[in-house]
């Protein structure tokens, strides 16, 4: 059982930073898959970006959704159980309640595919 709660969403302008950060409770967090999905309002949920694990290694590969690349990243601290998405130059469009996420599958991308959700964060950016 994973626990996850993130934290670090509030009101922004087009072009600032935020940085969010997803807490996680229970075993074994360094073998999780940790994914970053948004929902704005009257919108199915989405992937943003994801971490997983490669085998046989201490490493991780990164993964982002189009729209995101270049501007959001994705980071984890094991040591800590926590991920971070770290969201430059914001865009109204990126509005949504950020969830974080863990699965136990390798290379999950898809909600379905994760076991474990956080209550979200809000994120607002205004033009």
């Known amino acids: 059982q994973v626990q996850l709660a993130e934290s670090g969403g509030g009101p922004v302008q087009a072009g600032d930073s935020l940085r969010l950060s997803c807490a996680a409770s229970?075993?074994?967090?360094?073998?999780?898959?940790m994914g970053w999905f948004r929902q704005a309002p009257g919108k199915e949920r989405e992937f943003v970006a994801a971490?997983?694990?490669?085998?046989?290694?201490?490493?991780?590969?990164?993964y982002y959704e189009d729209s995101v690349k270049g501007r959001f990243t994705m980071s984890r601290d094991n040591a800590k159980n926590t991920v971070y998405l770290q969201m430059n130059s914001l865009k109204p469009e990126d509005t949504a309640v950020y969830y974080c996420?863990?699965?136990?599958?390798?290379?999950?991308?898809?909600?379905?595919?994760?076991?474990?959700w956080g209550q979200g964060t809000q994120v607002t950016v205004s033009s």
């Open positions: 971490s997983t694990g490669i085998l046989y290694s201490s490493l991780y590969n990164t």
């Open positions: 996420a863990a699965s136990s599958r390798r290379g999950a991308k898809y909600s379905y595919e994760y076991d474990y």
């Open positions: 229970g075993r074994s967090f360094s073998s999780y898959n």
